[in-house]
Structure formats: structure tokens, C-alpha cells
């Protein structure tokens, strides 16, 4: 028998496990999730705080901040203020945009406005209202807190021009966003003004774009064209418009003379006065003109400053002050009037001295030329100021006062229409239409009675009856004559066949005596007037039988 064996027992030896592909999947998947995270904490922003009065239209984790419609940062989070009187928006900006959150840069939020100037955002109604973003300057201090505007500034960084600093004596429909007008074209607009003080002027802000701004020298007019401006003066009736947004939000506009376009462009601190219309800007800054004073008396209702003065019906010039002064010397109220001539206007070369001027003036004086008020307008009342040639005037010469030189006057109103008129409504007044009237009623009452009366009616009453006498008289002739008249043509028969039978016999009786024997004669003159005899019955006849009645009333035209 055989002796069995125990089994062999296997000896145990290490495996070694392999890596498995599938790991791969979770470890890039790690990965990517890293480089995400470092790549999106790299590319992240800074976190910026703005201020503003409502988040209407603002969401949390949606509303963007975009610049020229690309997105640049996102709105994380929203709450009020301490005092609850704003919002602060917590946003957090891209990378690539950080350098540009410094001083300077503005936000605000876009959403559909309705102005008189223009219409905006109209996108946000379908995409949502979003947080535009301006850029400040690299060179400035960077800013993490901003407050944001309540409407879209003016200007941009990115867009060239200058803003400029205007003052006006009144507002008037200026406003933010007012344009400015070059030669009716819009080149910049009205940023901001300053709120007024008591005395004083209004300061405005106005941006004016590339290449504009160079237009502008330090001897620039700008002027209010706000509105329609109407006026009705001595020159008739002017309406003027700038254009339809000038008419509703008010505008500015400016120009520079021909001789300023050479000097150099305005300082910083360069402030410009609005005028109130273009033709108190040239009389206020036109750097030639000559000023003058005069005296006038009477009244001078309707003359104030902006008055044209003309010479020979051309406006020369512009009153520039009208005012009232007591005269010691003479004990009496006068009215001192200046008055700004432009040379150019009369061809005289700016630039003379002032002995040339005064020398100019005085002949113009000997010449018998004195300034005169007159009417303007007959319908306003306003009057001008006339440098012209007068009739026999007084003797009369020129001086000066405070550097001006005064030029005589032939006082107040002595040319005035509407005092000729008044002069007449006066002598109208003192017309006695009462008493005509009274005597028209009078005299009228008077005819009415004599027509009235009875010996009025006593005569047409005998006027009937003898019409109707006349009446049976004709008709009593024409029944009479009728027998006379149907027997005249026969008569007329008649005569023609005793014409015919004497012309047969004298036919006879030329065959027995000469033609030339003086029976022959004397019997041709016979039948002519029994011919013509014969020719005048039938006329009669004729006439008669058309117009029976000629035999009471004779023959008529």
C-alpha cells in the first residue's frame, strides 16, 4: 500500500497592482478645475463700490457694467446705505480695465430717456437697463469708491474737444444738454451750470467737439439762441428760429470776427459773456466802434438800448444806454444817450485817432447834421435815433465829456409820428360830432314830416289824375288817326301813278317842243318838287304808322 503524500502547498508571492487608465479622468478633470480657478482668480478684477440714488432696473449677479457695448465688469451685490438715502452697488470689474478706475471715471445707469434734447436707450427695453462705464485718465490716482451720475454726462473721455466757461445774465431754457451751434451746426453742448447767487452772473460749462474748439479766440461772440424771437421794430417784423431743439431746450452760439482768427487760443480761466441776440453781441464786443454821447429833451418813450441808429435810413449803429440825469446848470432833467457807431458801416477806416475823429465829427456838424429821435414803428412805438442833415438847425459845435465826444441833438420828439398823431386824435376829440349829430337828426325829422304832410299827398294826388287824362287823350288820338293812317299809303299810290302818267306826257311833249325851251325847263323843276313832295308823305307815313303818338308830343330824339 502506498503511503499518500500531502499536497503541495503553493507559495505565496507579492503582485504588484497596475495603474489604471481610468484614473486619467478624475485627475484632469482636477486639472482643469485648478487652472480654471487660478486662470479666473489671475483674470480677476478689483472690486469697486458705486453709489447710487435708486437700483431701479439693477439685479444682483446680472446687471453688467459695459464700455462701448463690451461687458466689464458684473453687478455682485446691492444694499442701501446707512442712512438709507442710496444704494451701493458692489462691482466687480475685469482685469484689463483696472488701470482706468481712477479719478475721473464715471458711472451711470442706462435706461430709456424721454427728453426735449434727444431720445436714448431705447435698447434697455429689451436687454435691460446695464451700468454704463466712462474711463479715467492711466496718469490719475487710482479709486475703488465712485459716485454714480444720475444722467449721462455731456462728454467722454475718449472724445476730443474743450469745455469752455460761459456766464449769462439769465438762464432763461438753458440747460444741461443745450446745444452749441456753429454756424446752425451742433458742435458740443451745455455740460452743467452753477447755481445762481443773488448778484451776479449764471457760470456755465460747455463742451465744444474737435475740431471746433480751435474756432474759439479769446475775442469770440456767443449768444442766447433760445426759443423763437420775435421782435417787431423799426425794421419790421423778424422772426427767427435757430432750429427746433434750440426752440425746446434752448441753445448757444457762437462765432469769431474775421480779425481775431489769427490770435492765440484762450487760456483755461477764459470766461465768455452770452448776449442776448446776435446783434447786442457785435454792438458789445466789435473792438473799432465809436462811442458817442448826446443829450436829448422831451419825451423819449420807446427808445432803450439796442436801438439802431441809421443815417440816411442805413443803420450805422446801436444805442448802448439810455438814462436820466438832472442838469444843475441849467435846472432841468435831461437824457443822456450813448450811442456805438460801427466804422464800417459808413467806409471809415477803423484805427484813426481820436484827433481824426474829432475832426470827422465836427464837419459832419457844420454840415448841419444833428442827431434827431424819430418813430420807428408805428405800431410798437419804438423809436430810432437819426444822424442826418436837418433843415436851417441851430448853430451848434462839439466837446467833450468823460472822453466822449457829444454830438448835438435837435431835441425830443420834434419828427414824431405817433404825436402827430396823438395831435389829431386830440383835435378829433374836440370836433363837435354831438352837436352835428344833433342837427342831422333834426333836419331829418324835418323831411320826414314835409313828406308826410298833405300838401305832399294833395300833389301826387292831382299828378295821378292828370297822368290819367293824358293817358285818354292819347288813346283818343290814336283811334282818330288810325282812318288818317291806313289811307296815307294809298295816297302814296296815288302820287306814284300820277307821277307815272306825268312822266308819260312829258315824254310826249319832248317829242313836240326842244329839250331845251324854257317849258321843258320849268316842267323838269315841276316834277322834282312833286317827287319830292311824294317822298315826304311816304316818310310821314312811315313815321307816323311807328310812332302815332309824336302827334301830341311832337317829334323826339
Known amino acids: 500500500m502506498t503511503e499518500e503524500l500531502p499536497p503541495e502547498i503553493a507559495e505565496a508571492r507579492p503582485h504588484r497592482r497596475r495603474f489604471s487608465w481610468i484614473w486619467l479622468i478624475p485627475i484632469a478633470a482636477a486639472a482643469v478645475t485648478l487652472y480654471l480657478g487660478y486662470n479666473s482668480w489671475q483674470s480677476r478684477g478689483p472690486l469697486v463700490t458705486i453709489d447710487f440714488a435708486s437700483a431701479d432696473g439693477m439685479t444682483a449677479g446680472q446687471t453688467q457694467v459695459r464700455y462701448k457695448s463690451v461687458t466689464v465688469g458684473t453687478v455682485e451685490s446691492i444694499r442701501l446705505t446707512e442712512d438709507l438715502s442710496r444704494i451701493t452697488a458692489s462691482v466687480r470689474m475685469q482685469r484689463d480695465v483696472g488701470d482706468r478706475l481712477t479719478q475721473g471715471a464715471q458711472f451711470w445707469v442706462v435706461r430709456p430717456r424721454l427728453t426735449a434734447g434727444n431720445i436714448s436707450g431705447l435698447e434697455t427695453i429689451v436687454s435691460g437697463a446695464y451700468i454704463e462705464f466712462d474711463p479715467g485718465p492711466v496718469e490719475a490716482e487710482e479709486q475703488r469708491s465712485f459716485k454714480g451720475l444720475d444722467d449721462p454726462p455731456g462728454v467722454r473721455s475718449d472724445e476730443p474737444g474743450r469745455v469752455f466757461t460761459l456766464q449769462t445774465p439769465r438762464l432763461g431754457a438753458l440747460s444741461a444738454g443745450s446745444p452749441v451751434f456753429f454756424r446752425d451746426v451742433v458742435v458740443g453742448e451745455v455740460l452743467s451750470y452753477e447755481p445762481p447767487k443773488m448778484d451776479g452772473l449764471v457760470t456755465l460749462r460747455a463742451f465744444i467737439r474737435a475740431p471746433y474748439e480751435s474756432y474759439v479766440r479769446p475775442g469770440s461772440r456767443f449768444w442766447n439762441t433760445s426759443g423763437i424771437s420775435v421782435n417787431l421794430g423799426a425794421d419790421g417784423l423778424k422772426v427767427e428760429l435757430e432750429s427746433l431743439r434750440a426752440a425746446l431746450t434752448g441753445g448757444v452760439a457762437f462765432n469769431t470776427p474775421r480779425e481775431l482768427r489769427d490770435e492765440p487760443a484762450p487760456g483755461d480761466d477764459a470766461r465768455f459773456f452770452v448776449h442776448e441776440s446776435l446783434e447786442a453781441a457785435i454792438s458789445a464786443t466789435s473792438a473799432d466802434r465809436l462811442e458817442f454821447l448826446t443829450y436829448l429833451d422831451g419825451n423819449v418813450r420807446g427808445l432803450a438800448a439796442g436801438a439802431p441808429v441809421e443815417m440816411r435810413g442805413i443803420r450805422i449803429g446801436t444805442v448802448t444806454r439810455v438814462?436820466?440825469?438832472?442838469?444843475?446848470?441849467?435846472?432841468?432833467?435831461?437824457?443822456?444817450?450813448?450811442?456805438?457807431?460801427?466804422?464800417?458801416?459808413?467806409?471809415?477806416?477803423?484805427?484813426?485817432?481820436?484827433?481824426?475823429?474829432?475832426?470827422?465829427?465836427?464837419?459832419?456838424?457844420?454840415?448841419?447834421?444833428?442827431?434827431?429821435?424819430?418813430?420807428?414803428?408805428?405800431?410798437?412805438?419804438?423809436?430810432?435815433?437819426?444822424?442826418?442833415?436837418?433843415?436851417?438847425?441851430?448853430?451848434?459845435?462839439?466837446?467833450?465829456?468823460?472822453?466822449?465826444?457829444?454830438?448835438?441833438?435837435?431835441?425830443?420828439?420834434?419828427?414824431?409820428?405817433?404825436?402827430?398823431?396823438?395831435?389829431?386824435?386830440?383835435?378829433?376829440?374836440?370836433?363837435?360830432?354831438?352837436?352835428?349829430?344833433?342837427?342831422?337828426?333834426?333836419?331829418?325829422?324835418?323831411?320826414?314830416?314835409?313828406?308826410g304832410g298833405p300838401e305832399i299827398r294833395q300833389a301826387m294826388a292831382s299828378l295821378s289824375g292828370a297822368l290819367g287824362q293824358v293817358q285818354e287823350l292819347v288813346r283818343k288820338a290814336d283811334g282818330g288817326l288810325t282812318p288818317l293812317l291806313r289811307r296815307l299809303p294809298q295816297i302814296a299810290d296815288n302820287l306814284d301813278q300820277a307821277m307815272r302818267s306825268a312822266n308819260t306826257a312829258i315824254t310826249t311833249l319832248q317829242r313836240s317842243y326842244a329839250g331845251d325851251s324854257p317849258f321843258s325847263r320849268n316842267l323838269d323843276r315841276t316834277l322834282q318838287q312833286v317827287a319830292e313832295a311824294a317822298r315826304s308823305v311816304r316818310l310821314l307815313a312811315d313815321f307816323l304808322e311807328r310812332h302815332p303818338e309824336a302827334l301830341i308830343r311832337g317829334r323826339t330824339e
Open 323 to 451: 438814462e436820466l440825469a438832472y442838469d444843475k446848470a441849467q435846472d432841468r432833467f435831461v437824457v443822456p444817450v450813448r450811442l456805438a457807431i460801427e466804422p464800417r458801416h459808413i467806409s471809415f477806416p477803423s484805427g484813426r485817432p481820436p484827433e481824426e475823429i474829432m475832426v470827422a465829427a465836427a464837419r459832419l456838424v457844420q454840415q448841419g447834421h444833428r442827431v434827431q429821435l424819430r418813430s420807428g414803428s408805428l405800431l410798437t412805438g419804438q423809436k430810432v435815433l437819426s444822424l442826418d442833415r436837418a433843415d436851417n438847425p441851430p448853430p451848434a459845435e462839439i466837446r467833450q465829456e468823460d472822453g466822449l465826444i457829444v454830438l448835438p441833438s435837435l431835441g425830443g420828439d420834434s419828427d414824431d409820428i405817433m404825436a402827430a398823431a396823438s395831435a389829431f386824435a386830440g383835435k378829433l376829440a374836440r370836433f363837435p360830432l354831438d352837436e352835428i349829430g344833433a342837427n342831422l337828426n333834426g333836419a331829418l325829422a324835418a323831411v320826414n314830416g314835409l313828406a
